[in-house]
């Protein structure tokens, strides 16, 4: 049985402009690409050559078939529900000169936002070596408890569990809110990866305090994202740094997520389990071959617009 990366959550359209530097009322023309960060992070490591899985719903309508199709194409086994309750999503980013972003989202609700405990096969989960979901799907219910279910089948599975806040305020009722939330599921997961932004809004630490925090409450990895700086790997015993890369970044949709995808599909490559993750990550050669690589699939993601169109495959990181 070939094991896999299965994502859960949110897929949904970007619509990303053609040229930098506009406020999103003023931005005269919209790319469509496909998106949802769990979404990306199964197509970053299909797109490497893996083994992925993306579970999740979509509206019975063009861009869901168009989604289906984009997953299908990057190589996703997608485990994807149609349903006629709601549309599928929209978000319309607006890139600065420096590449970040501004985001409007169209959730009113959206159909990821339906999928249901039931709706998630057993045999979705029983391939998994690695289980990834994101805060977004935290947000309303049903698929709030559909994602912390399949987090604990897969785990009673043996599954590596993976989470990122991905924090994303104009979802959320109110920033409060969000951030219990968030900060209730950390003990789920075996690895978690944050932003030093992030970092700050949840815990209102700086990087090293919070992320030990964040060990303390539970988690026995946590990745910290530098941007162009690389990342930072602490374990209860080991505090590593990861040089970045230089580009000239265009477009950072995605990046993140493909970071995910790469050290994700690195640990499934790898065979590294819940068990054996902290003496993994603590070896300095190993996390650095690890999230060095990891690291090369963000960079480049981050010169291409888009989110799954962005992704690199196995040649061009070995290549750059």
Same mark, same amino acid.
């Given at each position: /049985?070939v094991? $896999?990366?299965? =994502?859960?959550?949110?897929?949904?359209?970007?619509f990303v402009p053609?040229?930098?530097?506009?406020?999103?009322?003023?931005?005269?023309?919209?790319?469509?690409a496909?998106? !949802?960060?769990?979404?990306?992070?199964?197509?970053?490591v299909?797109k &490497?050559?893996?083994?992925?899985?993306f579970?999740? $719903? #979509?509206?019975?309508?063009?861009f869901? %078939?168009?989604?289906?199709?984009?997953?299908?194409?990057? !190589?996703?086994?997608?485990?994807?529900?149609?349903?006629?309750e709601?549309?599928?999503g929209l978000?319309?980013?607006?890139?600065?000169? *420096?590449g970040?972003?501004?985001?409007?989202?169209?959730?009113?609700?959206?159909?990821?936002m339906?999928?249901?405990?039931?709706?998630?096969?057993?045999?979705? &989960?029983?391939?998994a070596?690695?289980?990834?979901?994101?805060s977004v799907?935290?947000?309303?219910?049903? =698929?709030r408890?559909? @994602?912390?279910?399949?987090a604990?089948r %897969?785990?009673?599975?043996?599954?590596?569990?993976?989470y990122?806040?991905?924090?994303r305020l104009?979802?959320?009722?109110?920033?409060?809110?969000?951030?219990?939330?968030? &900060?209730?599921? +950390?003990a789920?997961?075996? +690895?978690? $990866?944050v932003?030093?932004?992030? +970092?700050?809004?949840?815990?209102?630490? !700086?990087?090293?305090?919070?992320?030990?925090k964040?060990?303390? /409450?539970?988690? $026995?990895?946590?990745?910290?994202t530098?941007?162009? *700086?690389? =990342?930072r790997?602490l374990?209860t015993?080991?505090?590593?740094? +990861?040089?970045?890369?230089?580009?000239?970044? #265009?477009?950072?949709? !995605?990046?993140?997520?493909a970071?995910?995808?790469?050290?994700?599909?690195?640990?499934?490559?790898?065979?590294?389990?819940?068990?054996?993750?902290v003496?993994?990550?603590?070896?300095?050669v190993? =996390?650095?071959?690890?999230?060095?690589?990891?690291?090369?699939?963000?960079?480049?993601?981050?010169?291409?617009?888009?989110?799954?169109?962005?992704?690199? @495959?196995?040649?061009?990181?070995e290549?750059?």
């Open positions: /049985m094991r $896999k990366v299965v =994502c859960l959550g949110e897929l949904l359209i970007d053609e040229s930098n530097g506009q406020a999103l009322a003023d931005v005269p023309a919209f790319r469509r496909a998106g !949802g960060a769990p979404a990306n992070v199964a197509a970053a299909a &490497l050559g893996g083994a992925s899985r579970i999740g $719903k #979509v509206g019975a309508d063009p869901g %078939a168009h989604l289906r199709a984009t997953l299908e194409e990057a !190589g996703v086994d997608a485990a994807v529900i149609e349903t006629d709601a549309r599928t978000a319309f980013v607006s890139l600065r000169e *420096d970040e972003r501004d985001f409007l989202f169209y959730r009113h609700p959206a159909a990821d339906l999928l249901r405990s039931d709706e998630v096969l057993g045999a979705w &989960l029983e391939d070596a690695v289980y990834h979901f994101g799907s935290l947000i309303a219910e049903p =698929c408890t559909a @994602t912390l279910d399949a604990r %897969a785990r009673e599975l043996g599954a590596l569990v993976s990122d806040p991905n924090v104009p979802l959320w009722e109110h920033a409060e809110q969000a951030r219990t939330e968030i &900060l209730e599921h +950390i789920i997961a075996d +690895i978690v $990866k932003s030093e932004e992030e +970092i700050e809004f949840l815990l209102g630490l !700086g990087l090293v305090e919070g992320a030990r964040l060990l303390q /409450m539970g988690a $026995k990895v946590a990745v910290v530098l941007g162009p *700086d690389g =990342c790997v374990t015993s080991s505090d590593i740094h +990861i040089s970045g890369v230089s580009v000239d970044a #265009v477009d950072t949709t !995605g990046a993140g997520d970071f995910v995808g790469g050290f994700l599909y690195q640990l499934a490559q790898r065979g590294v389990s819940a068990g054996t993750l003496d993994a990550v603590s070896d300095l190993v =996390c650095t071959e690890i999230f060095g690589f990891a690291n090369r699939v963000g960079a480049i993601t981050t010169t291409r617009r888009g989110a799954i169109p962005a992704l690199p @495959t196995l040649a061009e990181v290549a750059r």
